[in-house]
């Protein structure tokens, strides 16, 4: 069985760096996944997340299906609930929000996953999720209740990514909303990434090769990016 966790290891090793497709099952019809994956093909991304705030029972499942048949890229779950999980992906971010204090996420929504993962054999990769305030509500908040972290407070983020990696956690996805105003900071990036030793992702908002290549030169191993290409697919030629 492949080890997607492994590969991200072994690409940032090689100084590679990596771009996730985010797509929202909630917000992408099946009929129109053809269309869109085939850019993505062609495209430099090399992982596709699938995921979303809100998402119908077997949406995710249904997407996640029909994705897998039009592409060789992995297939990764970003699950904002438990319905979204489906054993036809590669893998799971098993994702803990640390910057928040709302017990169903940090580890309510866990335990009720377990029966659905027993029966599964999906990658399961423990994340640290890092909501940072980004200039407006974004839904993860909304959904969560939690408030994300200030922009400023550089320090508390940097130290709650730490804490993440020290209980375990193998990824750390920094994470400024979907459609966020502002986008995580270089600063932010690059502080919270001189003292990881574990892969950082970075995602929301990024709109133009300049903040995604920012994002990288920052120390972003990952970027993820979900809107920019939803609403406008000739962003594709543009990266
Ligand atoms: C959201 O980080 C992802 O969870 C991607 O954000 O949709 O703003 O690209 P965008």
């Given at each position: 069985m492949k080890n997607l966790y492994q590969d991200i290891l072994a690409s940032i090793s090689q100084k590679k760096k990596l771009l996730a497709v985010l797509i929202d099952p909630d917000k992408m019809a099946i009929e129109i996944a053809s269309g869109f994956i085939e850019n993505v093909n062609k495209s430099i991304a090399t992982h596709i997340f699938i995921g979303g705030s809100s998402v119908a029972d077997n949406a995710s499942e249904k997407l996640v299906k029909e994705i897998k048949s039009l592409t060789d890229l992995p297939v990764i779950l970003f699950p904002?609930?438990?319905?979204?999980?489906?054993?036809?992906?590669?893998?799971?971010?098993?994702?803990?929000?640390?910057?928040?204090?709302?017990p169903d996420y940090l580890i309510g929504k866990h335990v009720e996953s377990i029966s659905k993962l027993r029966k599964s054999n999906l990658e399961v990769i423990p994340t640290g999720y890092i909501l940072i305030e980004n200039g407006k509500e974004t839904s993860v908040q909304k959904v969560t209740y939690t408030i994300p972290m200030a922009r400023h407070n550089i320090q508390a983020i940097s130290d709650t990514a730490k804490a993440g990696e020290l209980l375990g956690m193998k990824l750390i996805y920094l994470e400024a909303g979907s459609?966020?105003?502002?986008?995580?900071?270089e600063e932010i990036i690059s502080m919270v990434k001189q003292d990881l030793g574990i892969p950082l992702i970075v995602g929301g908002g990024i709109r133009s090769k300049d903040q995604l290549d920012k994002a990288y030169n920052a120390g972003a191993d990952m970027v993820v990016i979900g809107t920019a290409l939803e609403l406008d697919e000739s962003f594709f030629n543009e990266l």
């Amino acid at each position: 069985m492949k080890n997607l966790y492994q590969d991200i290891l072994a690409s940032i090793s090689q100084k590679k760096k990596l771009l996730a497709v985010l797509i929202d099952p909630d917000k992408m019809a099946i009929e129109i996944a053809s269309g869109f994956i085939e850019n993505v093909n062609k495209s430099i991304a090399t992982h596709i997340f699938i995921g979303g705030s809100s998402v119908a029972d077997n949406a995710s499942e249904k997407l996640v299906k029909e994705i897998k048949s039009l592409t060789d890229l992995p297939v990764i779950l970003f699950p904002g609930d438990v319905n979204q999980i489906t054993n036809k992906a590669d893998a799971l971010l098993f994702l803990s929000l640390i910057s928040g204090r709302h017990p169903d996420y940090l580890i309510g929504k866990h335990v009720e996953s377990i029966s659905k993962l027993r029966k599964s054999n999906l990658e399961v990769i423990p994340t640290g999720y890092i909501l940072i305030e980004n200039g407006k509500e974004t839904s993860v908040q909304k959904v969560t209740y939690t408030i994300p972290m200030a922009r400023h407070n550089i320090q508390a983020i940097s130290d709650t990514a730490k804490a993440g990696e020290l209980l375990g956690m193998k990824l750390i996805y920094l994470e400024a909303g979907s459609g966020a105003t502002h986008p995580v900071s270089e600063e932010i990036i690059s502080m919270v990434k001189q003292d990881l030793g574990i892969p950082l992702i970075v995602g929301g908002g990024i709109r133009s090769k300049d903040q995604l290549d920012k994002a990288y030169n920052a120390g972003a191993d990952m970027v993820v990016i979900g809107t920019a290409l939803e609403l406008d697919e000739s962003f594709f030629n543009e990266l």
